[in-house]
């Protein structure tokens, strides 16, 4: 499999795509908002961009959630199985794409999958324990890069239990896990000064083609404020807007502020995996997409 990562607005989809025009290949999106239908502008699914020299690409793990339900790494990676599978079974070359850390790491790092059932025994043990202190146990377990783990006292009770699950049965979490080889993981790697350019860029095109229609659909359709506002940036920022709590020029301003830092924050997760021992090969951004083809192709001997 190939992989294709990188910040945000750095062209990874025009890449992938034309990638899988030339090896016969199909797109697994590593995006944890693009699984929402619906949520097509703000989350950037570029589906135009999945139709190459007249020739669609097939896509998967877009637009399999309904918006306003959780959808959680293990629902991406048991998804990612099954395409990964389907994929290979029909002898095309899965190439994994995003910039959902991760989702993307859980991947290439084998991340061990399997289902742990609730454990009341040690729930149980743990019904007195503040926030604060379950924290401080799944710290026990692993390093908290994922923080949506203690967001709620479910989620903290729910890491602990499955840490638990594995830490009890090691040989039954080693089978659950998908090893991938060959594995070529590829970043798209642009200057700091020209990705906060085309974030700015991407952003005004997103708000006059419709982003905040966008918004506003999904909060007919029935998804909260709330819950919108849980999805982060664009759909944060474009609820409070609605809300009449900023006004169009904060919207703008603060956004793209957020989104920059968002950026700086992949960056970070995916430097942070290569010191952990991920080969990542870099290819510059700026150079044209057949010549970036060219190279993965080269360096994964396509």
């Not at 030339?22 to 908002?33: L, P, V, W």
């Not at 002898?91 to 289902?115: F, Q, R």
């Not at 783990?149 to 239990?161: F, H, K, P, S």
């Not at 021992?277 to 290819?283: A, D, F, R, T, Y």
Request: glycine share 6%; aromatic share 8%.
């Amino acid at each position: 499999m190939i992989v294709i990562l990188g910040p945000t607005a750095t062209g990874k989809t025009a890449i992938a795509t034309h990638l899988a025009d030339q090896i016969n290949g199909e797109i697994i999106s590593a995006d944890s908002r693009q699984v929402y239908v619906g949520m097509d502008i703000g989350t950037g699914k570029d589906l135009s961009e999945y139709c190459v020299n007249g020739k669609d690409i097939p896509y998967h793990l877009i637009d399999v959630a309904q918006p306003g339900t959780e959808f959680s790494m293990f629902d991406f990676h048991q998804r990612f199985h099954q395409s990964y599978q389907d994929i290979l079974s029909r002898n095309k070359y899965p190439i994994l794409c995003g910039g959902t850390g991760l989702y993307l790491e859980s991947v290439i790092k084998a991340y061990p999958m399997v289902v742990v059932e609730q454990n009341k025994i040690l729930r149980d043990q743990l019904i007195g324990k503040s926030m604060d202190e379950l924290s401080e146990i799944l710290t026990k377990f692993r390093k908290l890069h994922n923080l949506t783990d203690t967001e709620t006292r479910e989620r903290v009770l729910r890491a602990i239990e499955i840490e638990t699950y594995y830490q009890n049965f090691p040989e039954e979490v080693e089978k659950s896990r998908l090893i991938i080889e060959p594995l070529h993981v590829f970043g798209v790697d642009f200057d700091r000064e020209i990705i906060r350019t085309r974030i700015t860029q991407r952003l005004k095109e997103r708000l006059e083609g419709g982003m905040i229609d966008e918004v506003k659909q999904l909060l007919d359709n029935g998804v909260t404020h709330e819950r919108l506002q849980r999805y982060g940036l664009e759909y944060k920022f474009v609820s409070l807007y609605l809300l009449g709590i900023i006004d169009y020029q904060t919207l703008f301003d603060d956004l793209n502020i957020a989104i920059r830092q968002f950026a700086k924050r992949q960056t970070t997760w995916f430097r942070r995996m290569e010191k952990s021992g991920v080969n990542i090969h870099w290819i510059d951004g700026e150079d044209l997409n057949v010549n970036k083809v060219k190279k993965i192709m080269d360096m994964s001997s396509l």
